[in-house]
């Protein structure tokens, strides 16, 4: 059965799947020197669909990890850019938050892993042959991401996301899902994910 650990989750798929575990691929911390940013898991069953997977494992973290599920910039942020452009230096000091809005850092690891598949493609890198997408019959991608978060706030938090996730990946044609360990099912993932010890 292949398997592919991220943190803490070891997910298992059935026999017929591949899987990747980008981000610690060969090619992107050698050839792209990781200096793109990449999604966690790529994965497909032979099909017509890929799968991109980002894993955030928030549970027990979940009040550190609270301003990154809010596409409102945090007040502090507000107050320093202000303070900036007051000072004058806007020209030559950016203001930022420190974790981005979950949901522009996966359009940021998506944007950046098709890049690298595409290069990737092009000097047929063999490690990722089964996952090119720039092809005749290209595969319909779907995001994931998988957010394990307290199950009690997670539909409500999973519900506002995936819009937002809807909305910033409907420019490059794809389909995005928010799902945790329990529904990976629906996002069509057909894998078990289950928690190791800390």
């Given at each position: 059965?292949?398997?592919?650990?991220?943190?803490?989750?070891?997910?298992?798929?059935?026999?017929?799947?591949?899987?990747?575990?980008?981000?610690?691929?060969?090619?992107?911390?050698?050839?792209?020197?990781?200096?793109?940013?990449?999604?966690?898991?790529?994965?497909?069953?032979?099909?017509?669909?890929?799968?991109?997977?980002?894993?955030?494992?928030?549970?027990?973290?979940?009040?550190?990890?609270?301003?990154?599920?809010?596409?409102?910039e945090p007040a502090?942020?507000?107050?320093?850019?202000?303070?900036?452009?007051?000072?004058?230096?806007?020209?030559?000091?950016?203001?930022?938050?420190?974790?981005?809005?979950?949901?522009?850092?996966?359009?940021?690891?998506?944007?950046?892993?098709?890049?690298?598949?595409?290069?990737?493609?092009?000097?047929?890198?063999?490690?990722?042959?089964?996952?090119?997408?720039?092809?005749?019959?290209?595969?319909?991608?779907?995001?994931?991401?998988?957010?394990?978060?307290?199950?009690?706030?997670?539909k409500r938090l999973?519900?506002?996301?995936?819009?937002?996730?809807?909305?910033?990946?409907?420019?490059?044609?794809?389909?995005?899902?928010?799902?945790?360990?329990?529904?990976?099912?629906?996002?069509?993932?057909?894998?078990?994910?289950?928690?190791?010890?800390?």
């Amino acid at each position: 059965m292949p398997e592919v650990q991220e943190g803490r989750l070891t997910f298992r798929f059935p026999e017929d799947w591949q899987l990747a575990k980008y981000d610690d691929s060969n090619w992107h911390r050698q050839q792209m020197k990781s200096r793109p940013k990449g999604v966690d898991i790529l994965a497909h069953d032979g099909g017509p669909t890929h799968w991109w997977i980002e894993v955030k494992d928030c549970e027990g973290y979940e009040p550190e990890n609270r301003p990154r599920f809010s596409g409102t910039e945090p007040a502090e942020v507000t107050q320093a850019r202000e303070w900036v452009d007051q000072q004058g230096l806007k020209p030559s000091v950016q203001v930022a938050r420190r974790k981005p809005f979950i949901v522009d850092e996966v359009e940021e690891k998506l944007r950046d892993t098709l890049a690298a598949i595409t290069i990737a493609q092009r000097k047929a890198a063999p490690e990722l042959a089964d996952f090119y997408v720039v092809q005749a019959q290209s595969p319909a991608l779907r995001v994931v991401l998988l957010l394990t978060w307290n199950h009690r706030d997670f539909k409500r938090l999973a519900s506002r996301l995936q819009t937002r996730l809807e909305r910033a990946l409907a420019p490059y044609g794809i389909r995005g899902f928010v799902v945790n360990e329990q529904n990976p099912g629906d996002a069509g993932l057909h894998c078990q994910v289950t928690r190791g010890e800390a």
